[in-house]
């Protein structure tokens, strides 16, 4: 079935009186960049006055769970960490919960310092944030496999170098045994004016040098769909994923049997969204700020 366009008061007044918990993608639907989506904090203050669940799902990894809650705060928006499920989370609750990381293993981390905060909090060592400095074919020979790391984890990370691509290798290639896990394979990343390469286009390097596939972690891949599923026991018939990324928000909320709504003010446009080759969303709306009419009625 073609998805739904949600255009008037009744279709968002339906929509909402039919699921007790909305799942969110932040990047591309709560905000784009620094800057939240327009109307945005008063419809997400409308669905909690109704006694809504609100969960916030997102792939990227480049910013903690604690610090999340910061940047809601600073664009008027009330979340708690415990709503807040991000990729780096999930990849902190996997090591340490289901591959039972060795405490006295290191974590190779490309990314930023939010992955690091979660697995820190888990109690896992990191290292690699110091690569940075340069490297050419006289000074190679300085790179060398950490025999003390058993797993590469990868993420967004704004300052990769050849150096931190580098070690990631040979720790994959040479240490028996070694964890290769991403926290998630988007192919693009929305900002403020555009889309720019996501953590997906950078990962292909290691996996075209390792020739190994990492163990992706975030939305739609079933890691991330099980830890949610079973962390708010959520109930799929009254449920509502939603996003602005067809082949992530929108299939992972299919994948769990949920409800899905797309909003155009991200990645995917509405010839996108009507595509039938595409991930069919449930129903799809130009802006998540639209259902913000419902406050006053």
């Given at each position: 079935?073609?998805?739904?366009?949600?255009s008037?008061?009744?279709?968002?007044?339906?929509?909402?009186?039919?699921?007790?918990?909305?799942?969110?993608?932040?990047?591309?639907?709560?905000?784009?960049?620094?800057?939240?989506?327009v109307?945005?904090?008063?419809?997400?203050?409308m669905?909690?006055?109704?006694?809504?669940?609100?969960?916030?799902?997102?792939?990227?990894?480049?910013t903690?769970?604690?610090?999340?809650?910061?940047?809601?705060a600073?664009?008027?928006?009330?979340?708690?960490?415990?709503?807040?499920?991000?990729?780096?989370?999930?990849?902190?609750?996997?090591?340490?919960?289901v591959?039972?990381?060795?405490?006295?293993?290191?974590?190779?981390?490309?990314?930023?310092?939010?992955?690091?905060?979660?697995?820190?909090?888990?109690?896992?060592?990191?290292?690699?944030?110091?690569?940075?400095?340069?490297?050419?074919?006289?000074?190679?020979?300085?790179v060398?496999?950490?025999?003390?790391?058993?797993?590469?984890?990868?993420?967004?990370?704004?300052?990769?170098?050849?150096?931190?691509?580098?070690?990631?290798?040979?720790?994959?290639?040479?240490?028996?045994?070694?964890?290769?896990?991403?926290?998630?394979?988007?192919?693009?990343?929305?900002?403020?004016?555009?889309?720019?390469?996501?953590?997906g286009?950078?990962?292909?390097?290691?996996?075209?040098?390792?020739?190994?596939?990492?163990?992706?972690?975030?939305?739609?891949?079933?890691?991330?769909?099980?830890?949610v599923?079973?962390?708010?026991?959520?109930?799929?018939?009254?449920?509502?994923?939603?996003?602005?990324?067809?082949?992530t928000?929108?299939?992972?909320?299919?994948?769990?049997?949920?409800?899905?709504?797309?909003?155009?003010?991200?990645v995917?446009?509405?010839?996108?969204?009507?595509?039938?080759?595409?991930?069919?969303?449930?129903y799809?709306?130009?802006?998540l700020g639209?259902l913000?009419?419902?406050?006053?009625?």
């Amino acid at each position: 079935m073609a998805p739904q366009k949600l255009s008037t008061l009744t279709d968002y007044q339906t929509l909402v009186d039919k699921y007790d918990t909305f799942l969110f993608d932040c990047d591309g639907v709560i905000w784009r960049g620094s800057t939240a989506i327009v109307n945005v904090q008063a419809t997400l203050s409308m669905l909690r006055n109704r006694g809504k669940r609100l969960i916030f799902v997102t792939n990227n990894s480049g910013t903690s769970r604690k610090d999340y809650v910061t940047k809601f705060a600073k664009l008027g928006i009330q979340a708690s960490v415990e709503e807040i499920f991000s990729s780096a989370y999930a990849t902190a609750v996997y090591l340490s919960e289901v591959a039972r990381f060795p405490s006295n293993k290191k974590a190779y981390v490309i990314g930023g310092s939010g992955i690091r905060n979660e697995l820190h909090d888990v109690g896992i060592t990191t290292i690699g944030e110091d690569d940075t400095g340069p490297v050419n074919l006289a000074t190679l020979a300085e790179v060398e496999p950490n025999p003390d790391v058993a797993a590469v984890v990868f993420g967004i990370d704004y300052d990769i170098t050849y150096r931190k691509l580098a070690n990631a290798h040979l720790n994959l290639t040479l240490n028996p045994g070694c964890l290769f896990i991403a926290t998630n394979d988007d192919r693009t990343l929305p900002g403020g004016k555009h889309v720019y390469p996501g953590t997906g286009a950078m990962l292909s390097t290691l996996i075209h040098s390792t020739q190994r596939s990492p163990l992706v972690m975030g939305k739609p891949n079933t890691p991330m769909l099980d830890c949610v599923m079973q962390k708010y026991q959520l109930d799929p018939a009254r449920s509502c994923m939603v996003g602005d990324r067809l082949d992530t928000d929108i299939l992972f909320g299919i994948k769990g049997g949920l409800s899905t709504l797309c909003v155009l003010t991200g990645v995917a446009d509405e010839a996108a969204v009507l595509d039938p080759v595409a991930p069919q969303a449930t129903y799809y709306i130009s802006s998540l700020g639209d259902l913000c009419e419902l406050a006053a009625n």
